[in-house]
């Protein structure tokens, strides 16, 4: 998908939209234009896989009460140009005569109404020179099929179980060069800060940076989204910018040196870095980032991003194996454009684990994958079991040849020893707690029998970690207060969710500013606590009384 920049808005075009010439019955034969109305055509559309209203749920009945409105009144003003079709000009007229509906309201901000907008419509695409009877059924252009679709995909990103005038106007703006969006570039509107306003509208207001790290349970929040440029929105609608970590990396110097030199191949810049689960191979990913962001990484890796690619976020939306491939190659696409890139796939999900009766989307998946990585134009660093990779390497060598392994083996008690004594500030510093110098060498120690899935040095850190959490746990309660204002966030937050379902703005917006006041409150007390608490000191016996728990039984 090209950006807003660089489209050419000439009228042969935009003239592309318009759908071939009706038949003898006045439509498509495409189901779309089978069916009688809009609101048949919307009910022979299935949600996909996974919606919250289930397989049964028809597409129709996810729409609000304004947005069928929406719909039909672009049929109305389709048939009042004498067009012979349904396309996305006339789904942006239908948004700006809608009072009450978010997209009215954004577009009202902007200046924008009916009048001007159909102004604009007949200087692109000129009225019909016959009347279209009032009575035939108007075929969706697959354009305007296609804003239909991104706004279900808008609709599930943000967890709505609906589909308002909020998602359609976003969907056309995602959907960038049918001429309803032509019509708002000749109208001075930028899509990115059009998408922007409707996420601001929404409560999705704009951070300065973006959140998370790999494996850390966070997902790309729309507020990155709307502050990114269209272009990367294609990337980081399913990735999170790797913000590394501050531990020093401990004896991995050679690893991380052939790391990198991997990434500088003129070819087959993959690496794969391949070691058992807890041996630091996260470690690395993050030792690299910090070092490509302060620039002392050598050629053209310095300044480099290293950007996580979410395999659940590349799925969300995704209408069946086929699609969920042409969505990745978008993304391998976005990479392209963006040359200060490394995706890392931290695991890599087809190496997590071996399937011995592949799904299609898996097999789909692998040719994507397979695809564009034999271009080899965009750097990538994958993570697997041995075990895992040892065994695709034996099932498709095509794809392995593609990656240079990095072998990560498990560390030494001493190195593990060292690692701790680097995450022991880290840990110190987020609970509020100190460690004795004997309790870091028995989490050593001990670190086998409550984790004896792992390696070292990752099961000491997450013994360490667990023995910390722990001992606040029982240390420093949360006050009955703190639990009830919790429970007012939350049932706040559900009677905005539900005053935004029936388009009840006002009621939502006051829901929403009594929970952010709640919310503010919370985190005072919350912070006035932690202040007032000493750290608590953690010893050898918090150490082995947590390793008790969690060993396993037996």
């Known amino acids: 998908m090209r950006t807003v920049s660089r489209i050419s808005w000439s009228v042969k075009g935009v003239m592309e939209d318009k759908p071939p010439p009706l038949d003898a019955r006045g439509c498509q034969g495409s189901r779309w234009g089978e069916r009688g109305s809009v609101e048949a055509e919307l009910h022979s559309r299935r949600p996909r896989a996974g919606s919250p209203r289930g397989q049964g749920a028809r597409l129709f009945d996810r729409f609000t009460d304004r947005a069928k409105k929406t719909l039909n009144l672009a049929r109305q003003e389709a048939q009042r140009l004498k067009h012979e079709y349904l396309g996305t000009e006339h789904i942006l007229l239908g948004l700006a005569a809608i009072e009450g509906g978010v997209a009215f309201e954004v577009l009202k901000q902007r200046g924008i109404d009916g009048r001007r907008i159909r102004a604009e419509i007949e200087k692109i695409v000129k009225p019909g020179s016959s009347m279209v009877d009032t009575m035939s059924q108007l075929p969706f252009t697959p354009r305007a099929k296609k804003v239909l679709e991104l706004s279900m995909e808008e609709a599930s990103r943000f967890g709505h179980n609906y589909i308002g005038t909020e998602h359609l106007l976003l969907g056309l703006i995602a959907e960038d060069q049918g001429v309803g969006a032509a019509v708002l570039h000749t109208l001075g509107v930028h899509l990115d800060d059009l998408r922007s306003n409707v996420l601001e509208f929404l409560d999705f207001g704009v951070e300065d940076d973006l959140p998370g790290v790999p494996n850390a349970g966070h997902a790309t929040t729309s507020r990155s989204l709307a502050k990114a440029p269209f272009r990367d929105r294609q990337l980081l609608s399913c990735c999170i910018e790797t913000e590394p970590r501050t531990d020093a990396l401990v004896d991995r110097d050679a690893e991380l040196e052939l790391l990198a030199s991997v990434l500088l191949r003129a070819s087959d810049s993959s690496a794969m870095l391949v070691g058992p689960a807890g041996s630091g191979k996260s470690a690395i990913l993050h030792a690299f980032a910090r070092r490509a962001k302060s620039r002392t990484l050598p050629g053209g890796l310095c300044g480099a991003r290293c950007v996580s690619v979410s395999w659940s976020g590349l799925l ?53 994958f397979l695809e564009v990585l034999c271009r080899g134009d965009v750097p990538c660093i994958a993570t697997a079991l041995p075990e895992a990779w040892t065994a695709f390497c034996r099932s498709d060598p095509a794809l392995a040849r593609r990656f240079t392994p990095v072998h990560v083996a498990p560390m030494s008690p001493a190195q593990s020893l060292a690692v701790l004594h680097t995450a022991k500030e880290r840990f110190e510093r987020h609970h509020r707690v100190l460690f004795a110098p004997a309790a870091l060498e028995l989490a050593v120690e001990l670190s086998e029998t409550a984790f004896p899935g792992r390696a070292r040095p990752g099961r000491a850190l997450d013994l360490l970690d667990q023995t910390a959490a ?66 608590i000191a953690l010893d050898t016996a918090d150490v082995r009384a947590c390793a008790e728990r969690l060993a396993p039984p037996g």
């Open 316 to 368: 969300l939306g995704s209408i069946g194996p086929a699609a969920f491939a042409e969505r990745f190659k978008k993304l391998w696409s976005a990479a392209q454009d963006a040359p200060d890139v490394v995706l890392v796939f931290d695991p890599l999900p087809m190496l997590a684990r071996v399937p011995s009766d592949p799904r299609p989307e898996e097999i789909d998946a692998l040719h994507a």
């Open 470 to 535: 722990l001992g606040v746990t029982r240390a420093d309660p949360p006050p009955p207060e703190e639990e009830t204002l919790r429970a007012q966030i939350e049932q706040l937050q559900r009677e905005k969710d539900q005053c935004v379902y029936k388009q009840d703005f006002p009621r939502a917006a006051a829901a929403r500013d009594a929970a952010a006041e709640k919310l503010r409150e919370l985190e005072a007390r919350t912070r006035r606590r932690a202040e007032a608490r000493r750290p």
